[in-house]
């Protein structure tokens, strides 16, 4: 992140923590109770204010505090019985390629930082800075802050509300205490449910002696374990409740809520397991045949110092004379409709078209390649030669109903054997209406037949 997006960030959550606890005691408690210092109100307001205090101080905490960093020349001893974590492919402790250094446990390389960070939780973007081995306690202290100080300040506001709400006159509340109530809810609620839900996943990640990273991991290897890839494993960090909480917050329950330097460098973590090179996240087996990644000394040469024959360029097929990329001779496709008046199956005699040359500035044939539409070329450009396809089409339709066995054509049968006996009887009839009409002379039209009128 930008240092100046960190800082608007910082300032964002500032904002968002002195407003509602500014707000509410000068525009809603303090008009409430008379604007006169009373032992009630000190009572009221004194463990609000020592609370906004800690959490404003845990928060400052959590920006200026170094996560912790891997000393130069930093390497895990393979010969003690201390546990060091390795790699998943080669089995050799961890080693990062930025930093040239090798990896504690439990350690991790962050981008923001450009750096390996010690015990890395994750980088949080609200203190533009990572959660590592020394500030987690901090940031843990904050969020229980948070929680507690939000709960107190919605409790205080609603009591008021309830106040404002009885019988005494005296207790309603002026238009600008009822629009910093309005605005105080606005803020402190969505704090509360927000940082409320984060609060209690990293509770719940204390309990376990678990990072975010670590809490990713667990829930692959759980994955594998449904899948019934690997054993159960158990978490090599887990220490039990009373030591998880211990080796973050510190050893005396009493300074837990105090900020407190964490035990411990960050170089070494004590383990529950009885495993001097223990390999967590514990590696899926069907890639257990897989050979281990090397890096070849030239990243643009292939095995044998040669160029590798897999590399092809993208617009290395050859162009016919339509402008299109010659396709595989083991299926050809034709570009045409198979009722097109140059369509040719491209199966049979498959030719071949000429190659396209950019020094070539000679008009175009029209027998053209097997399959290609006929062009010429004009003083504009290329030129399609114009058809009839709605004529096209309905001569294939006809072709292929006249072959023989294809379809079954459906004739219906006339109740007449033709349709010029048809007309013979309808003239004899008309002749016949005639004579009548010339013996009687005249003749109404309810005589005539309604066919015949």
């Not at 960190?6 to 002195?18: E, H, K, P, Q, S």
């Not at 606890?21 to 009630?40: A, D, M």
């Not at 002026?174 to 803020?187: K, Q």
């Not at 975010?212 to 978490?235: C, N, P, Q, S």
Request: with cysteine.
């Amino acid at each position: 992140m930008h240092p100046i997006l960190g800082r608007i960030a910082i300032c964002f959550v500032l904002f968002l923590i002195l407003f509602p606890v500014l707000t509410c005691q000068i525009y809603i408690i303090w008009p409430w109770y008379g604007r006169e210092l009373s032992v009630e109100l000190i009572t009221l307001l004194l463990p609000f204010n020592v609370l906004a205090v800690s959490l404003l101080w845990n928060y400052y905490l959590c920006i200026v505090t170094d996560p912790g960093e891997v000393p130069d020349g930093w390497k895990p001893d393979t010969q003690s019985n201390e546990g060091y974590e390795v790699k998943k492919l080669t089995g050799c402790p961890r080693f990062c390629r930025t930093c040239e250094k090798f990896k504690p446990p439990r350690s991790h390389h962050c981008k923001q930082c450009d750096r390996c960070v010690l015990r890395m939780d994750h980088h949080c973007p609200w203190t533009n800075n990572c959660i590592g081995h020394f500030n987690y306690g901090h940031f843990i202290r904050f969020l229980f802050y948070v929680d507690i100080t939000c709960s107190y300040h919605l409790a205080m506001v609603s009591y008021r509300v309830m106040a404002a709400s009885g019988r005494r006159y005296y207790d309603e509340p002026t238009g600008a205490e009822l629009i910093f109530i309005i605005l105080n809810y606005v803020f402190a609620v969505p704090v509360i449910l927000v940082v409320g839900a984060f609060s209690l996943y990293h509770f719940h990640s204390l309990l376990g002696n678990t990072t975010t990273i670590e809490g990713w991991e667990k829930d692959k290897a759980a994955m594998l374990r449904r899948h019934g890839k690997i054993e159960e494993v158990k978490f090599p960090y887990n220490l039990g409740v009373r030591r998880n909480i211990a080796s973050i917050l510190g050893n005396n329950p009493l300074l837990w809520c105090c900020p407190t330097v964490p035990p411990g460098t960050g170089l070494k973590y004590q383990l529950s397991v009885a495993d001097e090179h223990h390999n967590w996240p514990p590696r899926d087996p069907t890639l257990a045949n897989q050979l281990p990644f090397k890096l070849p000394d030239n990243p643009w040469t292939y095995e044998n110092g040669d160029v590798n024959p897999n590399l092809r360029p993208s617009n290395g097929r050859l162009r016919g004379v339509n402008g299109n990329r010659h396709k595989s001779s083991q299926d050809p496709v034709s570009v045409l409709p198979p009722y097109h008046p140059d369509y040719e199956d491209p199966g049979v005699d498959a030719r071949p078209g000429r190659l396209y040359s950019p020094d070539s500035d000679s008009d175009y044939s029209e027998e053209g390649c097997s399959g290609a539409i006929r062009v010429r070329r004009g003083s504009e450009g290329y030129e399609v030669r114009p058809v009839n396809r709605e004529q096209m089409l309905q001569e294939y339709v006809q072709d292929q109903i006249s072959e023989a066995g294809r379809y079954q054509v459906y004739e219906p049968e006339h109740t007449l054997e033709s349709d010029e006996d048809f007309e013979d009887e309808f003239e004899e009839d008309v002749d016949g209406l005639s004579r009548e009409v010339g013996d009687v002379g005249t003749i109404s039209d309810d005589d005539v037949p309604l066919a015949l009128r």
